[in-house]
């Protein structure tokens, strides 16, 4: 089963536009991670903030996570034509056994030059 | 640090034959994933191993699907008999500890026709 819901499903922004994509979650978690995916590639993690985290930067990216709405956004600046790609979320949910993944559906972006 | 490595990159399969997948982790990570992912969908977590002992495999078809990690190393995938639904990218992932972060794989593109 899949933890999370990624908002909007597709998104397409001209060069240097900002995008922003959304992420709700059903249960109680240890973290929440982002990570890109190009078309036929593997996953790249872009970012992790902790439950107890309300933002976190790293270069063009932003993340925010509300634990008490169980959501989270990813905020790209300044988007480039690189940043075409697919955005997933994924959620470390809190149980009694190992860590885990479990990832949304998705939101493709696309930027246009 | 070498990532991980999962071969073969594609394979095309008819349906009702059997295919494996080997995937690689990175060196030391104790826990390693299979994920498969269908065409516009997130990652679906099939199995986890901790060393060489299974920790979660709810969502892992068993009357088709199996999975080893005979000496905590790499790690081998098996479909038979595989059938069309089967078709999607196999995501092997590693972790090294609690807390650490995950890598994935290229991943492994089946297509069953």
């Known amino acids: 089963s899949q933890q999370g819901e990624e908002d909007p499903q597709a998104l397409s922004i001209q060069e240097g536009e900002n995008a922003t994509m959304n992420c709700s979650y059903k249960t109680s978690i240890n973290n929440l991670q982002w990570y890109r995916q190009n078309s036929g590639r593997g996953l790249v993690h872009l970012i992790l903030?902790?439950?107890?985290?309300r933002e976190k930067h790293s270069g063009r990216l932003r993340v925010t996570l509300d634990t008490s709405k169980k959501s989270s956004s990813l905020l790209i600046t300044a988007s480039r034509a690189a940043d075409t790609a697919s955005y997933f979320c994924a959620t470390d949910p809190i149980s009694g056994g190992y860590n885990k993944l479990i990832f949304g559906a998705g939101t493709r972006l696309a930027v246009h030059p | 640090e070498a990532g991980v490595a999962q071969s073969p990159r594609y394979k095309i399969i008819e349906k009702r034959q059997s295919v494996a997948f080997w995937c690689n982790p990175i060196s030391g990570h104790a826990t390693l994933y299979w994920y498969q992912q269908i065409l516009g969908q997130g990652p679906k977590l099939l199995i986890q191993?901790?060393?060489?002992?299974?920790?979660?495999d709810s969502q892992l078809p068993k009357d088709r699907f199996s999975a080893e990690r005979l000496k905590g190393v790499d790690s081998t995938l098996k479909i038979q008999p595989a059938k069309l639904e089967d078709s999607a990218v196999y995501l092997c992932?590693?972790?090294?500890?609690?807390?650490?972060?995950?890598?994935f794989g290229s991943g492994t593109r089946l297509t069953v026709v």
């Open positions: 992932a590693s972790r090294g500890t609690p807390g650490g972060g995950y890598t």
């Open positions: 903030i902790r439950s107890n985290e």
């Open positions: 191993f901790q060393n060489n002992g299974v920790v979660d």
